[in-house]
């Protein structure tokens, strides 16, 4: 059974999911000192190390979907824990280079791993992670994160 309304929008549905998995992941990292959105940041970190990069502040702002003055915030905050490190990027005096201390990918690790059995549980109802209908969800959940939204406002509803 649904706890959906009935008639829900699927802007509604999208908005419950999004507050569900924030709130299950922040009570998942909770113990290891993190937010959800803290726990975004240091993945993020982590997955872009794997590539090779080390990111700017406003790189893992786009990345993240987070505000650039969100993550800077963020960014000192888990600097001060010792979980980040935050250098001047030597090309560009304005920029702030992150990295993952060791002490941040020690957690960072043993984050995933909590958040990747969230991951688990929310995805079985549609066969797993690795089934064909998780594999069609997100791909349609990528459609509609590369959809722009322009906010329309009350005079252009009038003008139409």
Known sequence: MSTAPEG????FLVWRLSMKWRVA???AVAP???THAQYALMAS???MRRSGLQPSQRQLADTTGLEPLYVSKLARALEAAGLVARTRDPNDPRAMR???TEQGCDVTGRAVRVVQGLLDQLLEPLGGQDSPRTRQ???ELAT???APLHPHTESEK???
């Open 8 to 11: 829900a929008t699927a802007g």
């Open 25 to 27: 992941v922040d009570r």
């Open 32 to 34: 290891l000192g993190l």
């Open 45 to 47: 970190l982590h997955g």
């Open 98 to 100: 992150l990295s993952l």
């Open 137 to 139: 969800f997100t791909r």
């Open 144 to 146: 509609l994160l590369d």
């Open 158 to 160: 009038e003008q139409s």
